[in-house]
């Protein structure tokens, strides 16, 4: 079965500090790929960044990195010099070789940014 | 860029009544997804499908809900009866089905309030 954990239902953050949101995962699968997506509060979820399991590098995108560590099968999202505009919840989710299309999500983070 | 578009974006309806909610996937996309979303439960994977063929539809009260692709380009999930506790905001998203870092793009929802 695949799990995903995001055990902290709220974060807040200085502007322009970096945050680290959690996520960790359970599964039986040799291969998967892990997500994250944004939801403002206008309400769309908007993807992020992914990482591969296979990946030997964390994937970054922009402001958004991964710290993907396998071992402990996390796959935090850190978020740098944070904004006002990165206020808004966010899942991380999973897809595994062999559960073939289906997403897994989590229950979500909700980021607040502080002037 | 390319986007999955969902109709209408609010619905408000009385119980009873049939409600229909559409998607447009991403062209050149293979997969569907219909997702729930509510305060209380979360994301819930209602149904999806790969290459128009439903693939796991257990997420779905059978009784009221129906979920179709009549084509590539359409993608309709059917509320007959509606019910209160069917109001929610409705996601589609679509996605590649192959290769596990391919990522789930999601419309803006349908906000659906059954009185």
């Known amino acids: 079965a695949q799990k995903i954990t995001q055990t902290q239902p709220g974060m807040f953050v200085q502007e322009k500090e970096a945050v680290t949101l959690d996520c960790t995962y359970d599964?039986?699968?040799?291969?998967?790929?892990l997500f994250w997506y944004k939801q403002p509060s206008s309400g769309e979820m908007i993807f992020l960044i992914y990482?591969?399991?296979?990946?030997?590098q964390n994937a970054t995108e922009g402001r958004y990195s991964l710290n993907f560590q396998k071992a402990r099968k996390s796959a935090n999202l850190v978020i740098s010099a944070s904004q006002l505009g990165d206020s808004a919840m966010y899942f991380c989710?999973?897809?595994?070789?062999?559960?073939?299309?289906?997403?897994?999500f989590g229950t979500g983070t909700s980021l607040t940014v502080i002037p | 860029d390319a986007r999955v578009t969902q109709t209408p974006r609010h619905k408000v309806t009385e119980m009873g009544q049939e409600v229909t909610m559409r998607c447009q996937p991403i062209?050149?996309?293979?997969?569907v997804f219909w997702y729930r979303q509510t305060m209380m439960q979360g994301l819930e994977l209602l149904a999806y499908?790969?290459?128009?063929?439903?693939?796991?539809d257990s997420g779905m009260p059978k009784d009221r809900f129906s979920a179709e692709m009549p084509d590539a380009t359409l993608a309709t999930l059917k509320i007959q009866p509606s019910e209160p506790r069917d109001s929610a905001v409705y996601f589609c998203?679509?996605?590649?089905?192959?290769?596990?870092?391919?990522?789930?793009?999601f419309g803006d929802g349908t906000r659906l309030s059954i009185l």
């Open positions: 998203a679509s996605g590649l089905g192959i290769g596990i870092i391919q990522p789930q793009h």
């Open positions: 599964t039986s699968d040799p291969s998967y790929g």
């Open positions: 990482q591969g399991s296979y990946d030997q």
């Open positions: 989710a999973m897809r595994g070789l062999n559960t073939g299309n289906q997403f897994y």
């Open positions: 062209l050149g996309h293979n997969t």
């Open positions: 499908f790969r290459n128009r063929a439903p693939l796991d």
